[in-house]
């Protein structure tokens, strides 16, 4: 498996434009969908600062 290097700013960038591609989806149980919805999971979930930071998408 090849691993990807993204600085915070490349990340960000990605997981808005997962986010708008899913959402814009008609298909959303499509594999496609569902593939990029696993992709988006791990990529926020590398995404956490060390600081344990808390994310905007989890109740507070």
């Known amino acids: 498996m090849t691993t990807v290097e993204l600085d ?8 808005t434009l997962l ?13 496609r969908s569902k593939l990029l919805r696993r992709m988006l999971a791990k990529l926020k979930s590398g995404s ?5 930071a808390q994310s ?3 109740p507070r």
């Open 8 to 15: 915070d700013a490349e990340r960000a960038a990605l997981i």
């Open 19 to 31: 986010k708008q591609t899913i959402a814009a989806d008609p298909f959303p149980m499509s594999v």
């Open 48 to 52: 956490e600062p060390a600081g344990g």
């Open 56 to 58: 905007k998408d989890k």
